[in-house]
């Protein structure tokens, strides 16, 4: 468009000769929702909001730190003892296996992601973390709808949801994520199978079950990825029974 001008003098016009520079911003944030050790920071409610952090140490200094870990032996009520037998060491029990009852993987999940080269993410707190408490579906919920107000993550995924009990619940869970996908249509939903206790190590079980759930009442095309089942704690156990 013309410029007009209403006042005589000498006026400098520049042609742009290279194209309009694009910006870089991230496309690859995701918002990790599940329960966290803390769910208030210097006073005000994390739970229900969604906080965007950029490494580990932020997310410890705002959320906490995982429960303690704690470690059984089947058969015996004397702890864990170790013994030598003909110059080897072993438990003198079978251990058990302590992920089996693992409820809260969130500080897991993050500290793989970071230690993987993460970048920044979201955190949505769903509630706290506790021996007396479990999973709910409902407050997941929640923190699902409190992440759709947020404009830049593009990747959902729940790091807890592996502890509910119910597969209707689980892939129920999915599908209000997938619908919000849907809606949004600026994210992703990584989708973990469903594994009862029983059947853990079943991976054809646990696919199959997957590819056979109608969600959003299409038949979805998901790509199954193991990821929340195998955040488990990666070197330092904070706590562990033993009797000496």
């Known amino acids: 468009m013309a410029t007009t001008y209403k006042t005589p003098g000498v006026y400098v016009e520049e042609i742009p000769l290279l194209p309009p520079s694009v910006a870089e911003v991230e496309t690859a944030i995701p918002a990790f929702i599940g329960y966290t050790q803390n769910i208030s920071y210097n006073g005000a409610s994390l739970q229900y909001n969604p906080v965007r952090i950029k490494s580990l140490k932020e997310y410890e200094q705002i959320f906490g730190f995982a429960e303690d870990t704690l470690f059984t ?5 004397t702890g864990i003892k170790i013994k030598k037998a003909a110059g080897v060491f072993s438990f003198d029990a079978a251990v058990d296996d302590p992920y089996a009852a693992l409820k809260f993987r969130m500080y897991y999940c993050l500290q793989l992601y970071f230690a993987n080269g993460g970048g920044p993410c979201y955190i949505v707190s769903a509630g706290q973390t506790g021996a007396a408490v479990n999973v709910d579906k409902a407050l997941l919920g929640n923190a699902l709808a409190a992440v759709q107000k947020e404009d830049e993550p593009t990747i959902l995924l729940f790091t807890d949801a592996v502890t509910l009990t119910a597969p209707a619940d689980y892939y129920g869970l999915f599908t209000a994520a997938l619908a919000q996908a ?3 249509q600026d994210r992703v939903v990584l989708i973990d199978p469903y594994v009862a ?9 646990a696919i199959s ?3 056979s759930v109608r969600l959003l009442g299409l038949i979805t095309l998901v790509m199954v990825l193991p990821i929340i089942h195998g955040c488990k704690p990666a070197s330092t156990i904070s706590a562990m029974k ?3």
């Open 197 to 205: 206790v029983a059947d853990k190590g079943k991976k054809r079980l």
């Open 209 to 211: 079950q997957l590819r």
């Open 73 to 77: 032996t089947t058969g015996t009520a």
């Open 242 to 244: 033993a009797n000496n």
């Open 182 to 184: 849907a809606f949004l």
